[in-house]
Structure formats: C-alpha cells, structure tokens
C-alpha cells in the first residue's frame, strides 16, 4: 500500500532524477522513481546513445537498479518526462513506452497492483495501474510450465 504522502515523495524523486537525464538528441528528459516492496525507492533517468537505438529509458535505468540491488518486486513508479526547457508546473502527460511497461510488469507485487504515476508538476499527477495500461500481459507465470 502507498499513501499520498509516499506517492507525492515518489514525484519528487522522480523530478529529481530527471536532472540527470543524459539526452543530448531528443532533449526529452525523463525521471524515474521506483518504491520497492522491501520499502526502497531508486531513481532512474533516460540515458541516451548516439546510435540512438541503445538509448535506456528513465523507467528501465530505475528498474535495473532496484533488481541488480535485491529488490524483488515494485509497489509503485513515479515518471515525469518533458522538452528541456518545460515548463515543470504544467506538464502534458509523458506515460511509459511499451518496453517499459513489460519490463515493470515483471516484478509485479504478489497482492494488489503496481501503481503507475504520471507527473503534471512537482506536486501532482495522474494516477493509473501498469495493468490498465498493459492488459492481458505476458509474464513469468507464463512459464510455470519450466518449473515443473
Ligand atoms: N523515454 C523514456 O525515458 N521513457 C519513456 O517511457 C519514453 C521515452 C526517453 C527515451 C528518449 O531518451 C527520450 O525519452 C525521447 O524518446
């Protein structure tokens, strides 16, 4: 479970992790921040690549952290991503791409939903569930069938 109070900290991070978005192409930054359910939060921002194909997502920087330091699952995210030089007050809705979604559906918590928040400024967001937004998924119990 997380309260409002948690879920506004979440943002922050988030916003604070955006300061180190490495995206000198797009000059779209992104932050991350993951709660663990061991009750840690991990930053994470987009690092991009002059290939442009290895470029690695704010929630994907986020969730290696959390997994390659122990942690198993993830209560909730907090994403913000914008042009530079938005403006952080009044952001358009920046939601996480479908790669990230199926790597954050991977260490789903065993009760209750992965709760998904997308900044609109420092202190609000809009709030939704990684299964509202990656429906009938793909995952590891998917291949129970290996562990028999
Ligand atoms: N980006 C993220 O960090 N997360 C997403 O979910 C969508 C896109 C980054 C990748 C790239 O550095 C920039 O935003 C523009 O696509």
Redesign the pocket.
């Known amino acids: 479970m997380i309260n409002t109070e948690m879920k506004l900290r979440l943002v922050e991070e988030a916003f604070l992790a955006r300061e180190s978005s490495y995206?000198p192409y797009?000059r779209?930054k992104?932050g991350a921040a993951i709660l663990t359910t061991d009750g840690r939060i991990f930053r994470g921002a987009?690092i991009?690549n002059a290939s442009y194909g290895a470029?690695i997502?704010?929630?994907r920087t986020a969730a290696v952290k959390a997994v390659s330091e122990g942690a198993e699952a993830f209560v909730a995210i907090a994403v913000v991503?914008a042009e530079e030089n938005a403006n952080l007050e009044a952001l358009d809705l920046?939601y996480?791409?479908g790669i990230?979604r199926q790597v954050l559906r991977e260490f789903l918590p065993t009760s209750g939903e992965m709760i998904i928040l997308v900044a609109t400024s420092p202190t609000a967001f809009f709030e939704t569930t990684l299964h509202a937004l990656l429906p009938h998924s793909f995952g590891p119990e998917d291949l129970d069938y290996l562990m028999e």
């Open positions: 995206a797009s779209f992104v987009n991009e470029t997502c704010a929630e991503g920046a996480p791409c990230c």
